[in-house]
């Protein structure tokens, strides 16, 4: 950020008085640009045993399998916002059920909202955002050619989950592709397992 | 947002290429300014069988009393950002347990993430943010001065489980203040009511 999306005018990296952290700050309309992390919302949408995914046709990851997700926007709930990610990229009409899993990227400066949900018919097909869309039973996971690993993540505690009987909610942290970072599992939750790099 | 926060040119509203939704589009550089929902982190802290409230020094809702919470910034995770809005809010050191409650506000672009806490001493003082702090049992709380609709859902929602012996996640929408909306529970997940007015 070089300049004031309000005025103009150039911004400065400053802490403002009784912040503790530096912002951009424009010292022509006193405005404050404040950034903060994003939510990236999605679905594990049921067919039956199946699971659909989308291989994904924009980068990062061109051409690996994702669950159904992206950023969410402005004046929708979380569970619209995943609805609506499974129309766009696999033309998918889904119920949402319980949210399953929330994953911080701290790195990446976002936070994930994994929804469990239920394909309500068989007509998809791939959205301008993936190559192709299908569904998979557990032992055919493209688990080597899966695009994220908030993605990987969410399918083994799914399939884990399903096998005990019982879904539950899953909270962790995810650490960055160097691999410096370290998985930070939550007090009193279940903390995903984060060996793999995400990118 | 009338400039381009990178090169300082006029930004236009369009709908770019590919998308379905007006974005700030800088004709200049290119760039596309997104702009997402926000979400504000928080916590019950619990001593005993009380828990700490806090007296907004700041507006909105100056001298109204709220749970510590303040918008997630970047480089955190959303349990660190709830446990820094406590020690900024008054002064407490809290030890985070799972995840409560999930607001979405999407009149306000804002999703609010609730944890259930622990308060770890009683070193508790009043942050900048912040006329006075102090501890509440149940008949004390003062739930006609509560600064927020998120912070009433939350504390009954908190209540009501603890009668019952069990907490569990909640998820639910909260309509604007207009009335105009409508409380949306969610499927599968037990919604909050939202008869009154948030602001």
Same mark, same amino acid.
């Given at each position: 950020?070089?300049?004031?999306?309000?005025?103009?005018?150039?911004?400065?990296?400053?802490?403002?008085?009784?912040?503790?952290?530096?912002?951009?700050?424009?010292?022509?309309?006193?405005?404050?640009?404040?950034?903060?992390?994003?939510?990236?919302?999605?679905?594990?949408?049921?067919?039956?045993?199946?699971?659909?995914?989308?291989?994904?046709?924009?980068?990062?990851?061109?051409?690996?399998?994702? !669950?159904? =997700?992206?950023?969410?926007?402005?004046?929708?709930?979380? %569970?619209?916002?995943?609805? @609506? $990610?499974? &129309?766009?990229?696999?033309?998918?009409?889904?119920?949402?059920?319980?949210?399953?899993?929330?994953?911080?990227?701290?790195?990446?400066?976002?936070?994930?909202?994994?929804?469990?949900?239920?394909?309500?018919?068989?007509?998809?097909?791939?959205?301008?955002?993936?190559?192709?869309?299908? !569904?998979? =039973?557990?032992?055919?996971?493209?688990?080597?050619?899966? %695009?994220?690993?908030?993605? @990987? $993540?969410? &399918?083994?505690?799914?399939?884990?989950?399903?096998?005990?009987?019982?879904?539950?909610?899953?909270?962790?942290?995810?650490?960055?592709?160097?691999?410096?970072?370290?998985?930070?599992?939550?007090?009193?939750?279940?903390?995903?397992?984060?060996?793999?790099?995400?990118?």
């Amino acid at each position: 950020m070089n300049y004031c999306s309000n005025c103009g005018a150039p911004v400065r990296l400053r802490i403002p008085p009784g912040d503790t952290l530096p912002r951009h700050v424009c010292d022509n309309c006193h405005l404050i640009h404040y950034q903060n992390p994003k939510m990236v919302v999605g679905c594990i949408p049921r067919w039956e045993d199946r699971i659909l995914l989308c291989r994904r046709a924009i980068n990062p990851r061109y051409g690996f399998w994702t !669950l159904p =997700a992206g950023f969410m926007e402005n004046g929708e709930t979380t %569970a619209e916002g995943a609805m @609506r $990610e499974a &129309l766009e990229e696999a033309h998918a009409r889904v119920a949402i059920d319980e949210l399953y899993a929330l994953f911080n990227l701290p790195h990446l400066n976002q936070v994930y909202l994994i929804f469990r949900a239920q394909l309500l018919d068989l007509d998809i097909m791939p959205g301008s955002e993936s190559l192709e869309v299908d !569904l998979f =039973a557990e032992p055919d996971i493209p688990w080597q050619n899966l %695009a994220f690993a908030t993605v @990987r $993540e969410s &399918l083994r505690l799914y399939f884990d989950d399903r096998r005990r009987g019982q879904y539950r909610l899953h909270v962790g942290d995810i650490a960055p592709p160097t691999g410096l970072g370290r998985a930070r599992p939550m007090t009193g939750q279940v903390g995903a397992r984060s060996g793999e790099p995400h990118r």
